[in-house]
C-alpha cells in the first residue's frame, strides 16, 4: 500500500510521481517487507510522507531521499536503511567488541537484531553529537535498522558536497576546513565523548559554509579499547587527505594531543 509512495531509483531532483506498476515490483524487489513495515511506520507518524530516490547505495547501508507532501514541512530528510546482509558483520566486530553500551548484548550472532543495533547506535551517536552543537545531521527518528536524519543541501536537491568533491577556492579555504575538521574531531572528543572511527573527507561534508560529520554508527567513547587507535587513524586520514591538497599540516602527534588533552 506505501508502496506507491517509495522510488528506490536513483534520486532525481523535481517532482516525484510514483505511481506505476513496475516502480511497485522494483521497490519490493530492494527492500524486503520488514524493512517496508518500518517505512510505513515512518510515514504513517507523519514526519515524512514520500521517498524519492535513492542517493547512495553503500556496502552497509543505503541512503534515500524523504519529503513531506505537506509544502509547509520544508525539511528535507535523508533516510538510512542499514542492509541486514551477514557479509560486512565481520568488519563491525571490532567496533563492537568493546563498546560498553554494546557488550551486554545477547544479540551480537542475529544479524536482525544487530543491525537494528547498529542504527541506534548511529542514531544514538548523532543525538549527542548533535546536542553538542557539533556540525552533523540532525537526528528525527529510528524504526528498528531505518534511521531518518535531516537531509543536508544547498537547496538545489541535490546532496551538499563530501569534503572529497568539494571544490575549494584556494589554499586559504583548504586551510580553514582543515581547522575546522580538527576542532570538529577535538569536540568530538572532549565534549561528546566520542571518537569518529571512521573519519575522512568521505564521510564529511560542507554545508552552509560548515564542516559536518556524518556515518557515526562505528564511533566509540574513549575507554573503547581501540579508541585511541581509531582516532591515530582517523588523524592520518585527516592530514593525508589535507596535506594532499597543498596546505602545511601539523605532526600527527601534536594533533591527538590537541585533540585528547
Ligand atoms: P555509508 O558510507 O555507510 O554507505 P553514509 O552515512 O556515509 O553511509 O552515507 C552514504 C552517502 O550518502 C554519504 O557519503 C553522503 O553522500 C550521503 N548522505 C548520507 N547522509 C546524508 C545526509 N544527512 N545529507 C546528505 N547526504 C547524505
Ligand atoms: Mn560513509
Not at 511506520?41 to 547501508?61: D, Q, Y
Not at 528498528?144 to 538545489?156: A, P
Not at 602527534?253 to 590537541?258: L, P, R
Request: contains cysteine; charged residues 30%.
Amino acid at each position: 500500500k506505501y508502496a506507491d509512495k517509495i522510488n528506490t531509483e536513483p534520486f532525481k531532483k523535481g517532482p516525484q510521481v510514483t505511481k506505476d506498476r513496475a516502480n511497485r515490483a522494483t521497490v519490493e524487489q530492494v527492500l524486503d517487507p520488514r524493512t517496508l513495515r518500518f517505512l510505513a511506520k515512518i510515514i504513517n507518524s507523519n514526519l515524512m510522507s514520500r521517498i524519492n530516490g535513492c542517493i547512495s547505495t553503500g556496502k552497509e547501508a543505503n541512503v534515500y531521499h524523504g519529503t513531506h507532501d505537506d509544502a509547509e514541512v520544508e525539511t528535507e530528510f535523508a533516510v538510512k536503511i542499514y542492509k541486514t546482509s551477514i557479509l560486512v558483520f565481520k568488519d563491525r566486530k571490532r567496533y563492537v567488541d568493546g563498546d560498553f553500551r554494546l557488550r551486554n548484548s545477547k544479540d551480537q550472532g542475529n544479524p536482525r537484531k544487530m543491525v537494528k543495533i547498529w542504527a541506534e547506535k548511529e542514531y544514538r551517536n548523532l543525538c549527542r553529537i548533535h546536542q553538542s552543537k557539533v556540525p552533523c545531521p540532525r537526528p528525527y527518528m529510528i524504526k528498528s535498522h531505518v534511521l531518518v536524519m535531516q537531509f543536508l543541501t544547498e537547496g538545489d536537491g541535490q546532496p551538499s558536497p563530501k569534503v572529497k568533491d568539494y571544490d575549494f577556492q584556494d589554499g586559504e579555504e583548504v586551510e580553514r576546513y582543515y581547522k575546522e575538521m580538527l576542532i570538529c574531531m577535538r569536540r568530538l572528543f572532549q565534549d561528546c565523548r566520542l571518537v569518529h572511527a571512521d573519519l575522512s573527507e568521505y564521510n564529511s561534508i560542507i554545508h552552509d559554509d560548515k564542516l559536518y560529520i556524518i556515518d557515526v554508527s562505528q564511533s566509540v567513547e574513549p575507554d573503547h579499547p581501540m579508541a585511541l587507535d581509531f582516532l591515530r587513524m582517523d588523524i592520518k586520514n585527516v592530514n593525508d587527505f589535507f596535506g594532499k591538497k597543498g596546505i602545511n599540516i601539523y605532526p600527527e602527534k601534536s594533533i591527538f594531543s590537541f585533540i585528547t588533552a
